[in-house]
């Protein structure tokens, strides 16, 4: 190496940031040369002092200040991704609720669509109640005279479960509750409402049953198929009876509706009724007979029956006393 | 002193794994542990002592912010740095271009000339050793910000903060020939500006 090259390294030299061979050379020429053996000891000198340069300090609020800067980028951060993504420990939890949440809907759902009775079947009837209602008063008497109903004639009843699921879809029942005012639209209501029939059973009506049991003898001919039907199908229909239009038109006022088409005009009657704050207290819906008993102020009867008059004719209706006040029981027959 | 810079132990690998899983108290640590070489740095650079403090708080929050640029390849502490470094010469060079501009509407002030040249030196160099301490350690940081900002880099990596080549070739991304051409040049225009000052006494 030449002289100037040596003097360039010296400062590597110095730090001992030379190769051994660059090493070697320069110590030689050190040896020999007194102008970068003084340059070298120059450097020396210069770099102790540099490295002896005092240091400052940082002001004790530096790292607090540094750190409550970091803590805000922090929770920016965090609010950022937590509007995107939820951290494992929490998205997890939530996620397996949400899945819970979902099954057991859909398990509800789908048992509640599964559960779906067919249009007359049977609900279960308390077997207290069961033990009361003799078999034979399987038949649906109804408010017309027998003679007037072909089914009267000791066919087996449409309320047998087989032949009712094959009918197409009954127009929607009403709720029997009066805590639904609702129609449903879902044939699967209709099982609610028979159930609530049952309550309404009075043993004074075992009588009207037995009498009108004997009345009609027709119905003791039972074919085999209604003679396997459950006897709470049974007992629930003879509960049914008990409120049979007899005794029903004995205490409540009766509407008379003609229209062309029984099934289709149920919905808009029962929609009617609900419409003026009426509650429907039971319903009988049997082949070409319809009895809906509601509950209704009496303020709003001139109304239902305007209401009643588009949807058919009106062929009876009983004359309710201008200012009467309070709630008048009504059978509506179509 | 040297560096491998292929075969690197971190010393600060635990507690920076530990900020990474989102333990700040460990990027505390880290702050506590770094803050006044820091601060250093970037007050030997930006010649200014809040200016040095507010560089240093912008490094750290840059370095939390941008943590998973930061793959190990270096150390942590070389990576805190070239961060320092970097915003250190930014600010200088702001205050350079301002005090231009103030300069260019009021006029030259006689301040200390950037492009420092230094002249020959005057022979002797025992003369160095008779200087106060105090005395030369006002000389030397004149001598400091007397130089360009690349060789004040080298000065401070080395020879006050005591860094390797290897990491200051990380910290600057510059080869290891130019660190040494830089160091080399920086020292002698120190060590002569220092000498022009003693010579004259």
């Known amino acids: 190496m030449e002289h100037a090259d040596i003097r360039r390294k010296l400062a590597a030299y110095l730090d001992n940031a030379v190769s051994d061979e ?4 320069i110590k030689r020429h050190l040896g020999r040369c007194g102008g970068c053996r003084g340059e070298i000891a120059d450097l020396e000198l210069t770099v102790r002092f540099l490295k002896s340069l005092p240091e400052v300090e940082p002001p004790p609020w530096l790292a607090e200040k540094i750190m409550a800067n970091v803590r805000d980028e922090a929770a920016q951060k965090r609010n950022l991704w937590r509007r995107l993504f939820f951290p494992i420990h929490v998205k997890l939890p939530i996620v397996a609720l949400a899945m819970l949440f979902l099954c057991v809907t859909g398990y509800y759902l789908t048992r509640m669509i599964s559960e779906q009775p067919p249009v007359a079947r049977a609900p279960e009837v308390p077997q207290k109640i069961q033990e009361k209602a003799p078999s034979h008063t399987e038949s649906y008497p109804l408010p017309t005279s027998a003679a007037s109903r072909p089914q009267a004639g000791g066919a087996p009843r449409k309320m047998d479960a ?4 094959d009918l197409p879809s009954p127009p929607p029942a009403p709720n029997g509750t009066p805590n639904q005012k609702e129609t449903s639209p879902h044939p699967a209501k209709t099982s609610p409402v028979r159930k609530m029939v049952v309550p309404e059973l009075r043993p004074t009506d075992e009588g009207l049953m037995t009498d009108f049991d004997k009345a009609n003898p027709v119905f003791e001919e039972k074919p085999a198929s209604a003679v396997k039907r459950g006897r709470k199908g049974q007992a629930e229909e003879s509960l049914r009876d008990t409120e049979s239009p007899e005794a029903v038109s004995a205490r409540k006022e009766e509407i008379a ?9 149920t919905g808009a009657i029962e929609e009617a009724v609900t419409r003026f704050g009426g509650r429907i207290n039971g319903h009988s819906y049997s082949g070409e007979s319809h009895l809906l008993f509601i509950r209704i102020s009496a303020p709003n009867y001139p109304r239902l029956l305007d209401r009643l008059g588009r949807i058919g004719t009106i062929q009876e209706r009983p004359q309710i006393p201008p200012g009467t006040v309070g709630m008048i029981d009504l059978v509506i027959r179509w | 002193m040297r560096d491998d810079r292929h075969n690197i132990i971190d010393e600060d690998a635990a507690l920076v794994a530990a900020w990474r899983r989102g333990e ?3 990027f505390e640590a880290l702050v506590r542990k770094y ?6 740095i970037a007050f030997r650079i930006t010649d200014d002592y809040e200016d040095a403090c507010e560089v240093t708080q912008d490094a750290f929050v840059a370095a939390y912010k941008g943590i998973d640029s930061f793959r190990g390849a270096a150390r942590f502490s070389t990576w805190l740095t070239s961060i320092t470094l970097n915003l250190s010469r930014n600010r200088h060079q702001q205050v350079q271009t ?4 103030e300069h260019s509407y009021g006029g030259p002030t006689g301040g200390e000339n950037p492009a420092f040249v230094p002249e020959r030196p005057a022979p002797g160099p025992s003369a160095l050793e008779q200087l106060e301490r105090r005395v030369v350690h006002e000389r030397l940081l004149q001598c400091i910000k007397a130089l360009s900002v690349e060789f004040r880099e080298a000065i401070v990596l080395r020879d006050l903060q005591d860094y390797s080549y290897g990491e200051i070739c990380a910290i600057l991304n510059i080869r290891e020939g130019t660190i040494k051409s830089r160091l080399f ?4 225009m120190v060590k002569d500006c220092l ?3 003693l010579g004259e006494i």
């Open chain 2, 195 to 197: 000498k022009r000052g």
């Open chain 1, 257 to 265: 509706l003609a229209v062309d088409d029984p099934a289709a005009a």
């Open chain 2, 98 to 101: 301002k005090r231009r501009k």
């Open chain 2, 24 to 26: 700040i108290s460990s």
């Open chain 1, 162 to 165: 087989p032949q009712s699921a």
């Open chain 2, 35 to 40: 803050q006044k070489r820091m601060l250093n």
């Open chain 2, 185 to 188: 040049r920086a020292r002698d």
């Open chain 1, 22 to 25: 660059e090493k070697e050379e």
